[in-house]
């Protein structure tokens, strides 16, 4: 099958340029034809002064790209479009290429951007739902967004005319959430339930399971407020110097955060910066634990799938949808956000069990193999796609059985 896939990337790297990758990948070694439609917000910084002063226009509806994606549909005639990320260059004009060719949409929702301009339902170092209990127009008054009341009014405004136009009902065909917790949330902020599955992420290849104990606690992930990096700080203070943290990543908070431990003379903690993924899975595999103190509504962290795939328990909040990826007591565990006392104390018992620790890991390891291996979201992505052509009357079919999709007969000549 001939599948158009799009992503706009962000100025700096993230974890929804790597999902967007393994699932190219993953759709190319099970002989699909990929074509990819490809932006990035690296093009603002090459505008001139006064293309900059057209980007909310542009952010709400992008001509070019609605000329180039109709363009690369003609040429390419795919049967089907997965939209990865819109925002800010590509923008929901590629909807209206699509719909306008008649080729279904599935869309991935990585983050909370439709819900909430500032797309992590996070302000002032904890959550915040005011958006998503009353309007777009509470964000502007906070500027959450990169702390501007101008540029969260931009966002906001594009936000506010697709709801007006209905563009979120009327031009997507299938949403992909990446958890249940996300999936309602989205109910909430009024996505279409019955077109709104669940489907998480993946890693590929295996890195497979640890060997040992683990030699220290590990913290993987960007250097900024939502992630809690000063609870993680403030709970090692507790800690004295018996039980070492590795903290692997970078970010804005990476100067205070490490002034901090040299100031408080906090011996175990030590910063590694940023690795390479491979480099990462090294370290990963020598680590007792993983320690995740998000602030935020994580949407799915690829650290917590790494994490599981290599045999290692997590120690993470009790927050939003990675208490669903973390099963407290039988995965890891959970401590309450932003209480570095209850962190320091669920770290002291991990560490202090190292039984129950690996037994854990072998339960982390197990919940890897059945639901977060390349296989099993290959199955899940072509049961979406599958449900999605058969509703456009294509001739493929599709039942939803059990949560899950059984394919029917004429799955294999049109869809696999």
Known sequence: MKILLVHNTYQQPGG??????????LLERAGHHVVTYHRSNRE?????????????????WATDTRQQVAKLIHQE??????????????????????????????????NYRLACPEARFYRNGGVCEEC???????????????????????????????????????????????????????????????????????????PGERMGSGKYALFVGRLSPEKGLRTLVAAWERIGCRIPVLIIGDGPERPALEAQVTERRLC????????????????????????????????????????????????????????????????????????????????EWAWTHPREMEEMGREARAEYEA????????????????????????GVFAEVRDGGFDLRSGVDAEVK
Not at 151 to 169: F, I, K, N, P, Y
Not at 281 to 298: G, H, I, N, R, T
């Open 16 to 25: 929804e340029d790597v999902v967007f990758d393994q699932e190219r990948q």
């Open 44 to 60: 603002i910084g090459e505008a001139s002064a006064l293309s900059r002063l057209g980007l909310a226009k542009h952010m709400i």
């Open 77 to 110: 005639k795919p049967r089907l479009v997965h939209v990865h990320n819109t925002f800010m260059m590509v923008s929901p004009s590629v909807y209206a290429a699509c719909r306008h060719a008649g080729v279904p949409v599935v869309q991935t929702l990585h």
């Open 132 to 206: 998503l209990q009353h309007s777009l127009w509470r964000g502007v008054r906070h500027g959450c967004y990169r702390g501007s009341h101008i540029e969260t009014a931009g966002v906001a405004l594009m936000l506010e005319v697709h709801r007006v136009l209905r563009t979120w009902q009327k031009m997507v065909d299938c949403y992909i959430a990446l958890t249940e917790f996300s999936r309602r949330k989205f109910i909430a902020a009024g996505l279409p339930e019955d077109r709104l599955l669940t489907k998480p992420n993946f890693i590929h290849p295996d």
């Open 268 to 347: 175990n903690i030590s910063f590694q910066g940023r690795l390479t993924r491979s480099q990462t899975l090294v370290a990963m595999k020598d680590a007792k634990f993983l320690v995740l103190p998000s602030q935020c509504y994580e949407n799915f962290p690829m650290s917590i799938v790494e994490a599981s795939a290599s045999g290692i328990p997590v120690v993470c909040s009790r927050l939003g949808a990675i208490q669903e990826l973390v099963t407290d007591g039988r995965t890891g565990l959970h401590f309450t956000p932003g209480d570095s006392e209850d962190l320091a104390a669920k770290v």
């Open 371 to 394: 639901k977060y291996t390349a296989e099993r979201n290959y199955e899940m992505l072509m049961g979406i796609y599958a449900k999605v052509i058969a509703a456009r009357g294509q």
